[in-house]
Each structure stands twice: as C-alpha cells, then as structure tokens.
Nanobody, 124 residues
C-alpha cells in the first residue's frame, strides 16, 4: 500500500509564496508520475501540476502557469509544489497523487493513490 503525506500548507497573504511537499512510501517512486490537485469549497477538484517519474517533463493547469513550479527528489521519495504570487482564488485543499504510469497526466482518473491534502489559504 502506498501512502502519500502532504505538508507545508498554511496561511499566506496575496502576492506571497508557499511551498508544499508530499512524501511517498514505497521503493519505486521514480517509476511513477506525480501530480498536484486542489479543491476549493463548493468547487470540483482541479488539476494543478504534474511531473514525470524522471522529473524531465512537467505540465500545469492554466490558472497556475508561470506562478507554480512542481519538482521532485526521487532519492527522498518527495514531490514539491512551489507557489508564487498567490491569489485568494488559490485557496483550496492541495492533494498529491501518484500516477498509474511514469508519464505526465492531467486527469484525476489517471491517478491511483491520493494523500489526505493540506490546506492553503490566501488572505490578507
């Protein structure tokens, strides 16, 4: 069983930055793409970012392109999301997920394990 544990959420002012992390259990972390999704109250889950198993390919949702950066450290079984120039509309629970394969993917159906999520609140 794979476990994903997010950390690093919190409260930040508009225009500020925040990083969240996701630590994965298991020995084959580099074989799988990882993704970040978010869900705000009353809204559907939204794709945020994905990174391939090797870390060589990434992709982002339109609303975060140019502001967010996904990265991973396969030696530490950890994926990161660096969020810059945060806006109130970025407020959501951010969850990481493991892809069903090594290539990048945007659909939630293409992920099989999910973390519990971490709250990110952008407010003055």
């Amino acid at each position: 069983q794979v476990q994903l544990v997010e950390s690093g959420g919190g409260l930040v002012q508009p225009g500020g930055s925040l990083s969240v992390s996701c630590a994965a259990s298991g020995r084959t972390f580099s074989n799988y793409a990882m993704g970040w999704f978010r869900q705000a109250p009353g809204k559907e889950r939204e794709f945020v970012a994905t990174i391939s198993g090797s870390g060589g390919s990434t992709d982002y949702g339109d609303s975060v392109k140019g502001r967010f950066t996904i990265s991973r450290d396969n030696a530490k079984n950890t994926v990161y999301l660096r969020m810059n120039n945060l806006k109130p509309e970025d407020t959501a629970i951010y969850s990481c997920a493991r892809g069903r394969g090594s290539s990048i993917r945007k659909r939630s159906e293409d992920y099989d394990y999910w973390g519990q999520g971490t709250q990110v609140t952008v407010s003055s």
